[in-house]
């Protein structure tokens, strides 16, 4: 076989598929070569030009933003929704509010809690028909609940 493009000998068979069109050439190494090299560079479309988000209150770009990390107002939160919402789950792996108590800070319970976890314990104790882990939550309810 020749080579599609210079007739020399050819050691590659390419397949390409561009918008539906297939095309099937066999070309030589030094071809094979100007081809990738031409298929890389007119295949990279150039980035459209995003427009700058400005906060209308205090002149704050988004793009300072994003480097420093400062809002310029309460308005810009508004204004860089977006990029806060993209922003938010890597700084803090989520846009939900969780309570510090269930982030390691241990709060210690109030006496409602408690009665509220004991009585629950309980209801399941009893569910599984395990009457002494039962009889040791009630005494425990009965402690902090002496009516």
Do not use: W
Not at 2 to 14: E, N
Not at 93 to 102: E, L, W
């Amino acid at each position: 076989m020749k080579c599609y493009k210079c007739g020399m000998p050819a050691t590659t068979f390419v397949t390409t598929t561009i918008n539906g069109n297939t095309t099937q050439q066999y070309l030589c190494d030094e071809c094979y070569r100007q081809q990738q090299h031409e298929f890389y560079f007119h295949s990279r479309q150039p980035q459209p030009k995003v427009k700058e988000v400005v906060c209308p209150q205090c002149n704050t770009k988004q793009s300072e933003f994003l480097k420093t990390g400062f809002l310029g107002c309460p308005n810009c939160y508004k204004a860089f929704e977006g990029a806060i919402d993209k922003l938010l789950p890597k700084i803090q792996g989520s846009t939900t509010h969780v309570p510090r108590k269930h982030m390691g800070v241990v709060e210690e319970e109030s006496r409602t809690e408690k009665l509220k976890r004991l009585n629950l314990q309980l209801y399941k104790a009893k569910m599984a028909m395990d009457y002494e882990q039962a009889d040791k939550i009630f005494k425990q309810i009965k402690e902090l609940d002496p009516k």
